[in-house]
């Protein structure tokens, strides 16, 4: 961990007119350790214990368990964990700058599964990411591997899908707040008294990862929401029965 000073010191080279590359080279501090500092720079305070429930001799699941299955959704979509020194790992969550709300929400999932931990909001060109350091994310999120989740096996262990089927629609929620989106279709039918216009809502839901894709696609069948593949990596809710029930449990971005 770098010492306040040291910190300090890079700061002001920024001040000074340098490049975020520039003052990496020149300190040989990474250039996301000194973007973070921008945002925060006293150091996070250190934790005692170094177990958490999953660890534990007798495991227990994340609590509280509709934010963890609603974060879980979130991770998969737009989710990934690095290392860092001493063991710490950092869990970000990317945002479209566009939907503050989510952005709050995404936050606020990860403030109560771990309300002992520093919650870090940090702004970049489109879109903030929602970061918490612990040396226990991959406890919570084992689906993290080396590469691109599309290219490695996505699976639920027991305990997260004994969470998922007591809280599915805090999953679907969370997968259709990262990769899904609610939209207005609009068609137009010739007729033979003149052109009639029609509009009605959709979601869709957008992902690379056929693993993923099944977990959405089973667990709406769970639900009794009706979808339609419309592509590889595309489905679509468009009956007005599924439609509403959607608007009812997960609702537009805000």
Not at 50 to 73: F, I
Not at 165 to 193: K, M, Q, Y
Not at 220 to 235: E, F, H, S
Request: charged residues 25%.
């Amino acid at each position: 961990m770098y010492d306040l000073e040291t910190r300090r010191h890079a700061l002001a080279l920024l001040s000074d007119g340098r490049s975020l590359n520039s003052v990496s080279r020149h300190t040989g501090i990474s250039r996301s350790a000194i973007r973070e500092w921008t945002v925060r720079i006293e150091p996070l305070p250190r934790r005692s214990g170094t177990s958490c429930g999953l660890c534990a001799e007798t495991p227990s699941p994340p609590a509280p368990a509709a934010e963890y299955v609603y974060l879980l959704g979130l991770y998969l979509g737009d989710g990934c964990i690095s290392a860092h020194r001493r063991g710490v790992q950092c869990l970000r969550i990317a945002c479209d700058n566009r939907w503050p709300g989510l952005i709050d929400a995404a936050a606020g999932a990860v403030q109560a599964v771990w309300p002992g931990n520093r919650v870090c909001r940090v702004r970049a060109p489109g879109c903030t990411y929602v970061k918490v350091y612990s040396k226990h994310l991959v406890c919570h999120f084992p689906q993290h591997g080396p590469g691109r989740k599309h290219h490695r096996r996505i699976r639920l262990e027991p305990w997260q899908q004994d969470m998922a089927d007591s809280h599915p629609w805090e999953l679907v929620r969370g997968l259709f707040h990262s990769d899904g989106c609610r939209t207005t279709n609009r068609i137009v039918r010739h007729l033979a008294d003149g052109p009639r216009h029609y509009e009605y809502p959709r979601y869709f839901f957008t992902n690379a990862s056929e693993d993923i894709m099944r977990l959405c696609t089973a667990t709406l069948d769970r639900l009794g929401v009706a979808w339609k593949r419309t592509g590889a990596r595309n489905i679509s809710v468009a009956r007005r029965e599924s439609v509403a029930l959607m608007d009812l449990h997960v609702g537009a971005k805000y």
